[in-house]
């Protein structure tokens, strides 16, 4: 199932980068900024000197999947550390990756964007490591991969170095259209453009969508409620460079709760009183946090086409 995705491009205009990755769910070092993407109109993290990201991705699955794209400049370095999984190294002189005791056949250049996958097969006792879809690195897991289920990944930059991240992706093999790598993957954001249900409250006004669609979000620009089952959907315009080749949509929500009770946050695809599907976020805070869903198909269980995306609207509900 592909559980995790991230461009980062909901950060974007943000004047604290490391306020915004905190409320993503990453653990910050040092002092990140966000830069120009694999893609000119997305947008990337950038890990200058030594600053570091990390995030626990968590899975008692046999076989997961970390992906990611990454630029570096000035200086070759260690790209990911999977805690008590693999350390993937970049030699300085050779230019070659290695991971588990394997080294790979690639040469990497500085200042070159490149897609890496991590895949852990516990069944197998395997590491294999893709770059830009292509294995480079085939090694014997360690054993203390055996246990692991809440796996620590951090990406760490050096002085005198800059160290570019984008297109983060999380797979393991529970049931789902997704059990194993896909290859390298490209996220571009889709902001809402035109209301479709409108249940919540706005802060002003009698539009929905104008009030959430701002980068970065603007103060005192929200919608709320606090009514049970609730929902407010929107469709979105943004042309998607790919239309072939959707492999999965998904949905970053900024959001808090007013109180301690137990509210809920509903991710919604589909229009209200129609087929849906829905992700729940029962982890909310009465501070800011971003909430992340992943949709593999449509509402009514088919691939994602450019005519299915543009018809589904998306959105969140009050929950339980």
Known sequence: ???????????????????????????????PTLEEGRVATQMAVSLPDAASLKRVFTSGATKVVFGFAFRAIG??????????????????????????GGTGTAVLLLDLWYYIEVVLDKTTSTIEVYVNNG???T???PSSANPVTNYEVTWAGVATAQYLLDDFQFIDNQPGKYTDRIGPI???????????????????GTDHYPLVYNQP??????????????????LSNTVIPDTQNILAVGMTVLNKKSDVD??????????????????????????EKYSYAVFETNPAGLDWND???????????VRP
């Open 1 to 31: 199932m592909l559980k995790f995705m991230d461009g980062f491009d909901q950060l974007r205009g943000w004047t604290d980068v490391i306020d915004g990755l905190t409320k993503c769910g990453y653990t910050v070092a040092g002092t």
């Open 75 to 100: 200086k070759r370095h260690t790209l990911v550390t999977i805690k008590d999984v693999a350390t993937v190294t970049w030699n300085e002189t050779d230019g070659k990756i290695s991971a588990a």
């Open 135 to 137: 294995l480079d690195i």
């Open 139 to 141: 090694a014997p897991s």
């Open 186 to 204: 490209q996220i571009t954001s889709r902001l809402p453009m035109v209301d479709v249900d409108k249940e919540w409250s706005p802060s002003s």
């Open 217 to 234: 979000p603007v103060e005192g620009s929200y919608i709320q409620s606090n009514t049970s089952g609730a929902m407010d959907t929107f």
């Open 262 to 287: 137990n509210r809920q946050l509903g991710m919604v695809m589909g229009p209200k009183g129609s087929t849906q599907k829905e992700v729940i976020d029962a982890a909310l805070s009465t501070t």
């Open 307 to 317: 005519e299915r995306l543009s018809e589904a609207p998306f959105g969140v509900a």
